[in-house]
């Protein structure tokens, strides 16, 4: 018997991959709210446009994009997907604000030798600079400090800063660079220098998958033309940047629920765990004043919720999953009647050095065409500064109000909006900081040597993206199978 705390997308998954060792069932998910899927929310208005509260896109790319691809069809969720190509806008144009201006970062050849206006020089001389720079040998550092070291204060500032920005909300000078940039940062501490290490992983990459390559085109060659194409072979053929959904991402999570659930998981709504007993042969669940027992126990919740589960039986244990921070994020969706937007693009990102209550603006429109005329922006508040700028009135009218302000700042959008909606997404987004590997680590090895029947999967440990809490809640099956045999 199995239980999973957390109905959000990386619980649903715990639950979906757990469905393929008998061992595991029954199983029993287990939801302090009324709805499942945690932050992934889309809101549909009456005219069908879509307003995302959380994720809105999932890149295909990596071990874990290939996964998510494997899921969505096992779920015959195929013909929901829209695909974003490496030509479209929505892929090729990302804006970044700065000076009291928009810089489009650039996306051609052209634009990698020619000096841009976000450095004031061209991409070519940043490379330069990574090729000069010494190697320091580091068991982390935070990514502020990586990029300003190999690349130039004016790459960590402007550009690596917009980008911890968009993705995770966090403060550059906290977050971890082997934990972020896993792959850049060991390139250089393998390698002595960021380009050099990726350079030469692409080419052992290349000749470990040559002969794969001639053995699926083989099989490609050989199935019939009417055979439908994988969408992990679409996404490489037809080279999608990103996709995303029709009718948003939360079908993703709506259909997990469903699937499992025919499948015989149970679902309780309304039921907060509030204390775990690790007992010799079993785990005690304390669930709204009532005691459960089960086998095993899949923990989706953040992880400083998971310390106070175990904080009186292990609190060596409950101290490190505290130390994992989180943030909150202002989300503010708004919808102009017309087109309003200065060019087609993804969004704009604005680095923490332009002291801005807003992280940036993303271009939904642009992204997934809306069945009207309208532009919808989503505008993403505070993170690592909500307390900064939000923390004495952090009314929905004081965001709305911001957001509307700064949109006409930066944007130059006069119009005012005909349609919005305000949610704050407190404690959101786990915030990896330095040491964050070291952390996992300690905890992994604190669950195994105590033998725990505990799996940990969702965005406190492994990433903060989609397709990284889907894979840690396989890997959270696969740790739990290995406890069972």
């Known amino acids: 018997m199995t239980a999973i705390l957390g109905a959000g997308v990386s619980g649903l998954s715990a639950a979906y991959y757990a469905l393929q060792n008998a061992k595991m069932i029954p199983i029993v998910i287990y939801e302090a709210t009324n709805r499942v899927g945690g932050w992934v929310h889309s809101i549909k208005l009456p005219d069908g446009t879509i307003f995302e509260q959380g994720p809105r896109t999932i890149r295909p790319s990596g071990e874990g994009g290939k996964n998510t691809l494997e899921l969505m069809e096992q779920l015959q969720l195929s013909d929901k997907i829209v695909p974003i190509l490496n030509s479209d806008p929505a892929a090729r144009c990302r804006l970044i604000y700065t000076d009291d201006q928009l810089h489009l970062l650039p996306n051609s050849l052209k634009g990698i030798i020619k000096k841009n206006t976000l450095l004031n020089r061209s991409l070519l001389s940043v490379v330069w600079n990574d090729l000069r720079a010494p190697k320091v040998v580091h068991d982390d550092e935070s990514i502020y400090n990586f990029a300003k070291r190999r690349l130039g204060e ?28 896993t792959s850049l940062f060991e390139a250089e501490q393998e390698h002595g220098s960021i380009v050099k290490g990726v350079i030469a992983k692409a ?32 996404a490489r053929k037809e080279m999608w940047s990103i996709w995303t959904m029709r009718e948003g991402i939360e079908q993703l999570p709506k259909s997990l629920a469903t699937d499992i659930t025919d499948r015989g998981v149970s679902i309780k709504m309304g039921h907060k765990c509030e204390q775990l007993k690790f007992n010799k042969d079993t785990v005690e669940l304390n669930v709204n004043g009532e005691v459960k027992e089960y086998s095993h126990i899949i923990s989706s ?16 244990l409950a101290n490190e999953l505290k130390d994992i921070p989180t943030v ?61 700028y939000f923390g004495q009135c952090s009314s929905d009218e004081h965001l709305l109000t911001v957001a509307v302000n700064q949109v006409r700042e930066i944007l130059h959008i006069q119009e005012d909006p005909i349609a919005f909606n305000v949610s704050i997404l407190k404690d959101c987004i786990p915030q990896h900081i330095v040491g964050h590997m070291q952390r996992l680590t300690r905890i992994r090895n604190y669950i195994s040597t105590h033998k725990i029947p505990l799996g940990l999967c969702g965005s406190s440990y492994q990433g903060v993206g989609l397709n990284d809490v889907i894979l840690s809640a396989k890997q959270a099956v696969s740790d739990i199978n290995s406890h069972i045999l």
């Open 154 to 181: 004016d790459v960590a500032d402007k550009l690596v800063s917009s980008i911890v920005v968009g993705v995770c909300a966090g403060d550059p000078h906290k977050i971890s660079a082997k934990s972020f940039m």
């Open 203 to 234: 080419l052992k990459r290349g000749k470990n998958t040559k002969v794969k390559d001639k053995e699926n085109n083989i099989e490609i060659k050989e199935q019939s033309d009417n055979t439908q194409k994988s969408l992990k072979e679409r």
């Open 301 to 316: 919740l953040p992880a400083k919720n998971l310390a106070n589960l175990v904080q009186a039986q292990h609190p060596e």
């Open 328 to 388: 909150t994020v202002g989300i503010v969706n708004l919808q102009f009647p017309k087109d309003v937007l200065p060019m087609n693009a993804f969004g704009v990102l604005i680095p923490p050095r332009e002291e801005r209550p807003i992280l940036g603006v993303i271009f939904d429109s642009c992204v997934v065409p809306q069945k009207s005329d309208a532009t919808v922006l989503t505008v993403m508040m505070g993170g690592a500064w909500f307390e900064k």
